[in-house]
């Protein structure tokens, strides 16, 4: 059974900094990308940023370039996502996915969903 499990989510200040995890299990995700994902209150989910596991090519949505930053851990089969001058407009659910095969930035196209773990930035 594939698993991904979220973690690190919290209360910070605006101009902070938050690390969130996903341990990954059940399955081989070396062919897959990983992405990150956020659904903010009566908004739809959205793209924040992916990861090709194999290679850890990432590329991310315009409003978090330069502030945010996935990793992948081969070892650990954990993705990261740092992310550091954190704003108010970053407050959010955040999801880890994983999907076969090459990278999207439309949620419907991932296979697997973590159960999300909240980030509020106060301002």
């Known amino acids: 059974q594939v698993q991904l499990v979220e973690s690190g989510g919290g209360l910070v200040q605006a101009g902070g900094s938050l690390r969130l995890s996903c341990v990954l299990s059940g399955r081989t995700f070396t062919r897959d990308a990983m992405a990150w994902f956020r659904q903010a209150p009566g908004k739809e989910r959205e793209f924040v940023g992916h990861i090709i596991w194999s290679s850890s090519r990432t590329y991310y949505t315009d409003s978090v370039k330069g502030r945010f930053t996935i990793s992948r851990d081969n070892a650990k089969n954990t993705v990261a996502l740092q992310m550091n001058r954190l704003k108010s407009e970053d407050t959010a659910v955040y999801y880890c996915?994983?999907?076969?095969?090459?990278?999207?930035?439309?949620?419907?196209?991932?296979?697997?969903w973590g159960q999300g773990t909240q980030v509020t930035v106060s301002s």
């Open positions: 996915a994983a999907k076969q095969g090459p990278p999207a930035t439309s949620w419907n196209e991932y296979d697997y």
